[in-house]
């Protein structure tokens, strides 16, 4: 597929998805929503891809959904296309995904980092849900996701005031797992891609589903859930070497099986 608002490439067992809409700071309309889909499509069924990473530029990750895009939509327009339905495809996905986020992640860019697994941060990210300088709210999310990583009292302070938070308070409040010099944002990401690509692949798929699990359902039901997952892993290949490996004061040699 010729894609004309991401870059797609592959780097070892890693995909990257750049988003590159550079003229609107990475405004995500649905042409690059669709793309972005459409590269972690192919990720997804490429046997020799074990972790994705999302970036955009360094100056913006992305500044928010696309607001030329949506400015003369009607109410029932908005309510029918229900567009946000494919962007949640994104947070819906089964290898793991890591938003490799410098410059602005505003709006729908903030609630598309979220949609990743986790957020690591360059030292001059922004963060923010400022669709309500803009007469709405967030829509794709923030509302929603980012109150679960950063608690009501900040989220609402974000949300209403539409305020930009820098990223020593996004990584203290919850949001950023590590913040990474500007310079360094992406050999660390593909750092942490790297190494998780080099687990087995079913034990890496089993622990998101089963974190993600832990934002669906009680604490019970989540702690059976994960018992039963863990179990499961008993019926794999890369349980009996990973544990063989360990006895044998060697490294592992997964075969994703
Ligand atoms: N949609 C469309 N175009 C955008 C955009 C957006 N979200 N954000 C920036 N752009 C465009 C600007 O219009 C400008 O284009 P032109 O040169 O053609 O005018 C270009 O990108 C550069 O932007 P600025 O000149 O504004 O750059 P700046 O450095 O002065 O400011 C900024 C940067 C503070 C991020 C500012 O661009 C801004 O406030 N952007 C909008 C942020 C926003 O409101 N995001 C929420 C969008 S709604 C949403 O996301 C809904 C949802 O929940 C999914």
């Given at each position: 597929m010729a894609y004309e608002t991401v870059i797609v490439e592959v780097k070892g067992k890693v995909g990257v998805i750049t988003l590159n809409r550079p003229q609107a700071l990475n405004a995500l309309n649905g042409q690059l929503i669709g793309e972005v889909n459409a590269a972690i499509d192919g990720f997804e069924a490429d046997?020799?891809?074990g972790c994705i990473v999302l970036t955009g530029s360094e100056k913006a990750f992305a500044a928010g959904a696309d607001i030329k895009e949506m400015q003369g939509r009607t109410f029932p327009e908005t309510y029918l296309d229900d567009k946000f339905e494919t962007w949640d495809r994104i947070g819906r996905r089964r290898k793991p995904i890591i938003a490799a986020v410098a410059g602005f992640a505003l709006g729908g860019g903030c609630e598309l980092a979220m949609m990743c697994d986790f957020i690591i941060a360059a030292d001059n990210a922004k963060f923010g849900q400022p669709e309500i300088n803009l007469g709405v709210i967030p829509g794709a999310g923030g509302t929603q996701r980012l109150t679960r990583a950063i608690g009501k009292a900040k989220a609402m302070d974000l949300c209403l005031t539409g305020r930009m938070m820098d990223v020593v308070e996004a990584e203290r409040a919850g949001l950023v797992a590590r913040i990474v010099p500007l310079a360094e944002l992406m050999a660390e990401a593909l750092k942490a891609a790297d190494a998780i690509a080099a687990k087995s692949l079913p034990s890496v798929l089993m622990a998101k589903e089963s974190i993600n699990r832990a934002f669906e359902v009680t604490l019970n039901e989540g702690l059976r859930f994960e018992r039963r997952i863990f179990s499961s892993?008993?019926?794999?290949q890369d349980q009996k070497e990973g544990m063989a490996a360990f006895t044998e004061k060697r490294k592992p040699d997964f075969k994703n099986g």
């Open positions: 046997a020799g891809i892993l008993f019926a794999t």
